[in-house]
């Protein structure tokens, strides 16, 4: 069966009492036992819920992974993730890394004795001059956010197995319908599911798909320890969300190439960074372990005395954080998502103050087009005025 079919179809078979093709949110806590050391399988919802359960079983099949724990956001998806290792462990991680994640690491992960190096994951002789003996893991977002660099999953895969790490990687960006980490060589797929999987930036979650038995119950004992769980009526609006994926998906790329097209011609725009884009330098590994783009580009003007006005004068296209809904957002890195991060890593990586990142939503393109439009248009005037 194709992943359309298979998100289309989440939960619908499930209940067989009823037959209910929406699935239930099952409230309960606390579950009855048939007698002493009988269960029905369900005990307390923090270690198993039946509505929480559908959603993990789907997760786990879409990104062809043995389990999937549903999370309170990506940001406890994360955690999680997190606590599998100990005081003394040592990360190699994506230098263009989400903001929350870079903090996550540097004040609190580090009180623990966990650091991390930041690294360009394509740059694989850099990555092994930061290996240590204590190196368990490499965490790999690609593609980043926001200057969209796609990391060869495989070839890094291939690295970190031949030196016994562990691969993770943060699929939130193109999700499972385009891009499956675990067939490329993944041990353990991270999301925030607040972006695209629930996609009407309208439910906070996160979701951890891991590959491997031993990895899968190591995962399962720390979820349900830390409490970082998802609950019922969040998990039944995430595969509510999840079911239109595979079209929200489709027009969000459509939107964004036409978009990313239009913004290359336009005289008050430097660059447009965008992996569907010709010139991006990601282009061709994405063709190859993808099957799509995001609706995500972020583009660099000429002049940074465009970026207040335009974000003031867009009526359509919000100026919000956050990413992957139905309703298109802008945002500014430097000092929104990206605060977090020290000056000088933003710098490296391009996260200046002349960047806007997009996140397209699924409005008609001629829409979006008109409205950007016509902000870098009242923008010019308001400059020309000055
Ligand atoms: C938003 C985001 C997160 C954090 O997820 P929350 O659901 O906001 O906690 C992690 N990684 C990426 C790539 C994100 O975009």
Avoid at 34 to 44: C, R
Avoid at 70 to 84: I, K
Avoid at 180 to 205: F, Q, W
Avoid at 365 to 378: H, N, P
Wanted: aromatic share 8%; charged share 20%.
């Amino acid at each position: 069966m194709k992943i359309e079919s298979h998100l289309a179809q989440i939960g619908s078979q499930k209940e067989p009492v009823t037959g209910a093709v929406s699935f239930p949110i099952y409230n309960a806590t606390a579950f009855r036992h048939p007698k002493l050391g009988q269960s029905t399988g369900f005990d307390y919802t923090r270690t198993k819920n039946p509505t929480r359960a559908v959603l993990e079983e789907a997760a786990a099949e879409l990104e062809c992974g043995d389990a999937a724990f549903a999370c309170s956001s990506g940001m406890a998806a994360l955690q999680t993730v997190f606590a599998y290792f100990s005081q003394g462990d040592h990360l190699i991680v994506s230098l263009d890394l989400y903001g929350g994640t870079y903090r996550l690491l540097e004040q609190i992960m580090t009180r623990f004795g966990i650091t991390a190096s930041y690294v360009d994951t394509n740059d694989i002789d850099g990555m092994s001059e930061k290996l240590t003996p204590h190196t368990k893991a490499i965490l790999v977002e690609t593609p980043t956010n926001p200057l969209m660099m796609i990391t060869d999953l495989e070839r890094v895969s291939a690295w970190a197995k031949s030196r016994g790490l562990l691969v993770i990687v943060d699929n939130t960006l193109l999700t499972p319908f385009l891009q499956r980490p675990i067939e490329l060589g993944a041990d353990i797929v991270i999301h925030s599911a607040t972006k695209y999987l629930g996609g009407h930036n309208d439910v906070l979650a996160g979701l951890i798909i891991s590959k491997g038995e031993e990895l899968s119950a190591k995962l399962a004992f720390l979820h349900n320890s830390i409490g970082s769980v998802l609950g019922p009526q969040d998990s039944w609006l995430l595969m509510r969300g999840m079911k239109t994926l595979a079209l929200r998906m489709e027009r969000h790329e459509y939107n964004a190439t036409a978009l990313a097209n239009w913004l290359m011609e336009h005289p008050a725009i430097e660059d447009v960074y965008y992996p569907a884009l010709k010139h991006h330098p990601g282009h061709d590994i994405q063709n190859r372990q993808s099957s799509g783009n995001t609706g995500i580009f972020s583009f660099r003007l000429k002049d940074a005395r465009y970026v207040e006005p335009i974000l003031r004068h867009i009526k359509l296209i919000a100026f919000a954080e956050s990413l992957g809904g139905v309703e298109s957002l802008m945002t500014y890195p430097a000092i929104q998502t990206h605060a977090d991060i020290p000056e000088e890593i933003r710098k490296a990586i391009g996260v200046d103050d002349r960047l806007l990142r997009f996140s397209v939503g699924i409005e008609h393109v001629d829409d979006l087009i008109a409205d950007l439009g016509q902000a870098i248009e009242e923008a010019r005037l308001e400059i020309e005025q000055s």
